[in-house]
């Protein structure tokens, strides 16, 4: 189940932002800045031909065809134009209207990008000129929430570009000769922060691409864990719940800006809305025992990424937060190494921690975690 960046930008809206602090580990807040125990190595290699050429093509005076037609060749260009579900002419036709204020935009917006060229020029090259402390940066945060026991190898090509279609900031789709590739519209990623110092955008293109690698490392992670691939009679009906709720949830946490941590403190009624739905979902599922039909409707809402969106990847975020923020990292790290069950137990703990401040898990979840295992 994938678990797009943006996750908890619904409820961080109308949250004031707390004072803002470096990213240095040393005093950045966040879980995901601490330093790594992991096994292994995550690599992120960065291409920013894309961006650079689609630049230069729409610094020129007059719209080029032919140059234009020449980007369709770029890895980047090819995966837009797919993920667009529309003919390589409708990038062509996008592209010129950049040049022609009276055009319409159909799908891929560079008008905007033409009128703001020379921000995207200085950003695109302090990107460049700090490239190797970018993909480094991303490539720590992303293996510092990673368990330990199971050693993990993972290289992420990452491309820049801009006019990606629809709404997306970023594609993530396999390519040849890599598993995945992530695709990144400057110019969207960085919408939230376009007020901010080009060194803060560029922080937050770190936590992006860190997010991205931590997927696709936690992935496989869980692909060689014993206690990630085996069935766990013991949690019943709710298995399905907790395992996505425990697969989503880590990922989501890169999706909150450094400065919200802990989130038990910045995103508190967030933090009920989220486990308080999560809590509803259960129920649902406790509710379902004895009716087939609608246990397996609720379980098929479950695998949609959309539950993933709305449910499991908020409130399993808070649910990680709570466990790092009552019982720290190594506790946390354990509890992912022990599999869905583990990581519920670990939080049902360090909510009932004097002083929390952390929201219950509903009572079917704690009668499930506390039941003894069936005998096999």
């Not at 609720?298 to 649910?319: D, H, N, S, T």
Request: charged share 25%.
């Amino acid at each position: 189940m994938r678990v797009g960046l943006g996750i908890l930008v619904a409820s961080l809206a109308g949250v004031p932002a707390p004072t803002p602090v470096s990213m240095s580990s040393a005093t950045s807040r966040a879980p995901y800045d601490s330093p790594s125990v992991a096994q292994g190595k995550i690599g992120i290699t960065l291409d920013m031909r894309a961006a650079r050429e689609i630049l230069h093509l729409l610094g020129q005076a007059e719209y080029s065809p032919a140059e234009t037609k020449q980007l369709e060749g770029l890895v980047p260009v090819q995966l837009a134009i797919k993920e667009s579900a529309r003919p390589a002419e409708s990038f062509e036709r996008d592209f010129a209207a950049a040049f022609d204020p009276k055009a319409r935009v159909s799908i891929f917006d560079f008008r905007k990008i033409r009128d703001e060229k020379g921000r995207w020029d200085d950003l695109l090259g302090m990107v460049s000129a700090r490239e190797g402390e970018l993909t480094k940066l991303a490539g720590d945060r992303a293996a510092s929430l990673l368990p330990r026991d199971i050693p993990v190898d993972v290289t992420l090509p990452m491309y820049l570009t801009f006019g990606l279609p629809g709404r997306a900031d970023h594609i993530t789709t396999p390519i040849e000769g890599a598993e995945w590739a992530v695709v990144i519209d400057l110019a969207r990623a960085l919408s939230d922060v376009e007020s901010s110092t080009p060194a803060d955008q560029i922080k937050h293109l770190s936590r992006m691409m860190a997010s991205e690698a931590y997927q696709r490392a936690w992935a496989e992670y869980r692909s060689k864990s014993p206690a990630w691939q085996k069935h766990d009679p013991s949690l019943g009906q709710l298995e399905p719940l907790m395992r996505a709720v425990a697969e989503a949830g880590p990922v989501a946490l890169y999706t909150v800006d450094e400065n919200f941590f802990p989130l038990s403190t910045w995103l508190k009624e967030p933090m009920k809305s989220s486990i308080d739905a999560l809590n509803r979902s259960a129920d649902k599922l406790v509710s379902a025992e004895g009716d087939l039909d609608a246990r397996m409707t609720l379980a098929a809402e479950i695998r949609k990424p959309e539950f993933a969106a709305q449910v499991a990847g908020p409130a399993g975020a808070f649910l990680a937060d709570g466990i790092i923020q009552a019982s720290g990292l190594d506790a946390y790290r354990s509890a992912l190494a022990g599999g869905p069950k583990a990581f519920f137990e670990a939080y049902e703990r360090a909510s009932q921690k004097k002083g929390s401040g952390l929201i219950p898990l509903s009572k079917v979840f704690q009668e499930r975690l506390a039941a003894p295992a069936p005998h096999s």
